[in-house]
Protein backbone atom coordinates (compact mmCIF):
# COMPACT_ATOMS: atom_id res chain seq x y z
CA UNK A 1 0.00 0.00 0.00
CA UNK A 2 1.71 3.27 -0.81
CA UNK A 3 1.58 6.32 1.66
CA UNK A 4 -1.03 7.95 -0.32
CA UNK A 5 -3.40 5.28 -0.30
CA UNK A 6 -2.65 4.73 3.73
CA UNK A 7 -3.71 8.38 3.76
CA UNK A 8 -6.91 7.89 1.53
CA UNK A 9 -7.96 5.26 4.19
CA UNK A 10 -7.76 7.17 6.96
CA UNK A 11 -9.61 10.34 5.36
CA UNK A 12 -12.41 7.11 4.97
CA UNK A 13 -12.18 6.43 8.33
CA UNK A 14 -12.08 10.07 9.58
CA UNK A 15 -14.73 10.99 7.78
CA UNK A 16 -16.94 7.81 9.10
CA UNK A 17 -16.33 9.50 12.34
CA UNK A 18 -17.37 12.61 11.68
CA UNK A 19 -20.62 11.16 10.29
CA UNK A 20 -21.14 9.09 13.31
CA UNK A 21 -20.48 12.37 15.90
CA UNK A 22 -23.11 14.43 13.40
CA UNK A 23 -25.75 11.70 13.99
CA UNK A 24 -24.94 11.10 17.68
CA UNK A 25 -28.62 10.79 19.29
CA UNK A 26 -29.81 12.02 16.18
CA UNK A 27 -33.40 10.33 15.06
CA UNK A 28 -34.60 10.05 11.77
CA UNK A 29 -37.29 12.21 11.70
CA UNK A 30 -34.96 15.01 13.23
CA UNK A 31 -32.82 14.28 10.56
CA UNK A 32 -34.46 14.86 7.83
CA UNK A 33 -36.11 17.75 8.76
CA UNK A 34 -32.31 19.24 9.51
CA UNK A 35 -30.79 20.31 6.74
CA UNK A 36 -27.72 21.51 7.92
CA UNK A 37 -27.04 18.17 9.31
CA UNK A 38 -27.74 16.35 6.16
CA UNK A 39 -25.01 18.73 4.11
CA UNK A 40 -22.74 17.99 6.70
CA UNK A 41 -23.12 14.23 6.36
CA UNK A 42 -23.71 14.29 2.15
CA UNK A 43 -20.06 16.45 2.51
CA UNK A 44 -18.30 13.18 4.23
CA UNK A 45 -20.03 10.68 2.19
CA UNK A 46 -18.56 12.30 -0.45
CA UNK A 47 -15.41 12.46 0.76
CA UNK A 48 -15.74 8.91 1.12
CA UNK A 49 -16.36 8.55 -2.18
CA UNK A 50 -13.76 10.71 -3.59
CA UNK A 51 -11.26 9.18 -2.00
CA UNK A 52 -11.70 5.50 -2.31
CA UNK A 53 -12.08 6.82 -6.33
CA UNK A 54 -7.77 7.48 -5.89
CA UNK A 55 -7.58 3.91 -4.22
CA UNK A 56 -5.93 1.66 -6.92
CA UNK A 57 -7.43 -1.43 -8.16
CA UNK A 58 -4.51 -3.79 -6.65
CA UNK A 59 -5.20 -2.61 -3.21
CA UNK A 60 -9.20 -3.15 -3.48
CA UNK A 61 -8.29 -6.52 -4.61
CA UNK A 62 -6.87 -7.12 -0.66
CA UNK A 63 -10.20 -5.99 0.38
CA UNK A 64 -12.65 -8.30 -0.80
CA UNK A 65 -16.00 -7.16 0.54
CA UNK A 66 -15.30 -3.67 0.40
CA UNK A 67 -17.97 -1.45 -1.10
CA UNK A 68 -15.74 0.54 -3.52
CA UNK A 69 -18.61 0.44 -6.75
CA UNK A 70 -21.34 1.69 -4.19
CA UNK A 71 -18.99 4.41 -2.62
CA UNK A 72 -17.69 5.95 -5.86
CA UNK A 73 -21.03 5.59 -6.87
CA UNK A 74 -22.53 7.19 -4.63
CA UNK A 75 -20.09 10.44 -4.42
CA UNK A 76 -20.90 10.82 -7.92
CA UNK A 77 -24.90 11.03 -7.24
CA UNK A 78 -24.29 13.26 -4.28
CA UNK A 79 -21.48 15.39 -6.68
CA UNK A 80 -23.63 15.43 -10.26
CA UNK A 81 -27.22 14.77 -9.51
CA UNK A 82 -27.43 16.29 -6.55
CA UNK A 83 -31.23 17.65 -7.19
CA UNK A 84 -32.95 13.77 -7.14
CA UNK A 85 -30.63 13.40 -3.88
CA UNK A 86 -32.74 10.64 -1.59
CA UNK A 87 -32.12 12.42 2.06
CA UNK A 88 -34.05 9.35 3.43
CA UNK A 89 -31.46 7.14 1.72
CA UNK A 90 -28.53 9.64 2.53
CA UNK A 91 -30.21 8.38 6.57
CA UNK A 92 -29.86 4.50 5.73
CA UNK A 93 -26.41 4.95 4.30
CA UNK A 94 -24.88 6.97 7.69
CA UNK A 95 -26.15 4.61 9.73
CA UNK A 96 -25.96 1.07 8.31
CA UNK A 97 -23.60 1.06 5.58
CA UNK A 98 -20.97 3.69 6.38
CA UNK A 99 -20.45 1.78 9.97
CA UNK A 100 -19.42 -1.44 8.31
CA UNK A 101 -16.87 0.30 5.60
CA UNK A 102 -15.41 2.23 8.46
CA UNK A 103 -14.85 -1.02 10.34
CA UNK A 104 -13.68 -2.86 6.89
CA UNK A 105 -11.11 0.10 6.26
CA UNK A 106 -9.89 -0.32 10.34
CA UNK A 107 -9.42 -4.35 9.67
CA UNK A 108 -7.28 -3.47 6.95
CA UNK A 109 -5.33 -0.84 8.01
CA UNK A 110 -4.35 -3.18 11.63
CA UNK A 111 -3.50 -5.84 8.97
CA UNK A 112 -1.37 -3.72 7.07
CA UNK A 113 0.23 -2.90 9.93
CA UNK A 114 0.84 -6.34 11.68
CA UNK A 115 1.83 -7.86 8.34
CA UNK A 116 4.62 -4.66 7.90
CA UNK A 117 5.64 -5.19 12.11
CA UNK A 118 6.94 -8.81 10.96
CA UNK A 119 8.53 -6.92 7.33
CA UNK A 120 6.28 -8.24 4.82
CA UNK A 121 4.68 -6.01 2.39
CA UNK A 122 1.51 -5.74 0.35
Known amino acids: MS ?3 KLRLAHIVEAADRIAEYLQGIS ?4 LTDV ?3 DAVIR ?3 IIGEAVRHLSPA ?3 TMPGFP ?4 KGMRNVLVHDYEGV ?3 RIWDTAIKDIPVLRQSVEEHLRLHAQRQGRGLSM
Not at 68 to 71: I, N, T
Request: aromatic share 4%.
Open 86 to 88: NVE
Open 68 to 71: AKEA
Open 36 to 38: LRQ
Open 44 to 46: RIQ
Open 28 to 31: KESF
Open 59 to 61: LLI
Open 3 to 5: PEE
